[in-house]
Structures are given as structure tokens and as C-alpha cells.
């Protein structure tokens, strides 16, 4: 990728990143629901999803190129299906922690990222605009997913800071920010649909 073209990628990662999705809605909902450090455990699981997925992404941008476009669809129906369950699941509320922390943890962080169809396809758009028009070398692939973790764990990080912010605040209000997040993910599962 020529260096001239850095900026406006970077710029497209902060507005796409930075833009509400399912993991940063999520982010904010597991802090202002459990509390900063039970979120950042989860983050975990969303930087380490997010590496895995971006990692997938330029291995099959790499070999396949432009025949993945026929396994786009399979991935947003996935994607959705996830989110609307994550919907589901940050509408009930818990009477016990064992229960809870099944909905705030590593593995849930972690499958958001890999079920994410806004980042992946993001990931694909990026590879496929930005680096395959000038090199097909791997390690370039490598370097742009690096820059991608602007766009995924570093605005999941931000978004669950902001929602921390607010614990305090919406600590007895839980059941309307169940309802607020649930609703908010719905809505992403639904956008992923009809795309």
C-alpha cells in the first residue's frame, strides 16, 4: 500500500470502528451492566477474536482473493443469528452470578468478534482496496491487519470506558439498559440481514 494512501485509510478505520456495532454496544453494555473490570475481561475475549478473525481474513484474502465473495452472505446470516441470541441474553436478567457472568466473559468477547460481520467484511474491504491492488505479498496483508486493531479492540475499548463512565449512574436503572442494549443489537442483527 503506497504511504499516500495511510491517511484516508486510517480515517476510514476510525469512522468505521469507532461507529456503533455489535461489539462496541456490546462493550458498553457488559460495563455499564457489570462494572469496568468484569468488561475488560471480556475485552480480552474481543481483542483476541478480533486478532483470530483478522488473521482468518488475511490468510483467505491471500489464497482466495476475490472468490470469498460467495461465502459473504453465509457469514452475515452467522453473524446476525449470534447477535440476535447476544440480544436475548442481554435482555434477561440474572438472579445469580454464575448465571451473569456467562453473558460478560473471555468466550463471549471472544465469539462476538469472530461472529462480528462488521468488522470482517470491513477486514475483506480493507485487504481488498487498500492492499491487493499493490502488493499480493502476505506480510502487507499482515501490516493492515495490525492497523485494524484501531477499528476493532481499540474502539470496543473506548466504547466500554464510556459505558463505565455511566455504571455508576445506571446502576439502578439495569433493566432499561438491558432493554436499550438488547434493542441496539437487535437492530445490528437486522442491518447485518438486509445489508
Known amino acids: 500500500m503506497p504511504l499516500r494512501l495511510l491517511p484516508s485509510l486510517l480515517m476510514l478505520i476510525l469512522a468505521w470502528g469507532f461507529s456503533p456495532g455489535p461489539a462496541n454496544i456490546y462493550a458498553m453494555g457488559c460495563s455499564i451492566l457489570y462494572g469496568r473490570q468484569r468488561a475488560l475481561s471480556m475485552w480480552w475475549g ?17 489464497w482466495i482473493g476475490p472468490e470469498m465473495t460467495q461465502w459473504v452472505d453465509y457469514l452475515r446470516y452467522c453473524g446476525a443469528a449470534f ?15 454464575a448465571k451473569s ?54 474502539a470496543n475499548l473506548a ?3 464510556a459505558g463505565s463512565s455511566m455504571h455508576t449512574l445506571l ?12 434493542t441496539m443489537l437487535a437492530v445490528c442483527a437486522i442491518l447485518i440481514i438486509i445489508g
Open 83 to 97: 447477535i440476535l441470541w447476544l440480544a436475548y441474553t442481554t435482555l434477561r436478567p440474572h438472579k445469580d452470578g
Open 159 to 161: 466504547w466500554l470506558f
Open 101 to 154: 457472568q456467562r453473558s460478560c466473559n473471555f468466550l463471549t468477547g471472544f465469539t462476538v468478534q469472530l461472529t462480528n460481520a462488521k468488522i470482517i467484511l470491513f477486514d475483506f474491504m480493507v485487504f481488498t482496496l487498500y492492499v491487493l491492488p499493490y502488493s499480493t505479498r502476505f506480510v502487507d496483508l499482515l501490516v493492515a491487519a495490525t492497523l485494524l486493531l484501531i477499528a476493532g479492540p481499540g
Open 171 to 182: 446502576e439502578r436503572r439495569q433493566h432499561l439498559v438491558r432493554v436499550a442494549m438488547a
Open 46 to 62: 474481543l481483542l483476541c477474536g478480533f486478532s483470530t478473525a483478522a488473521l482468518a481474513a488475511a490468510f483467505v484474502t491471500h
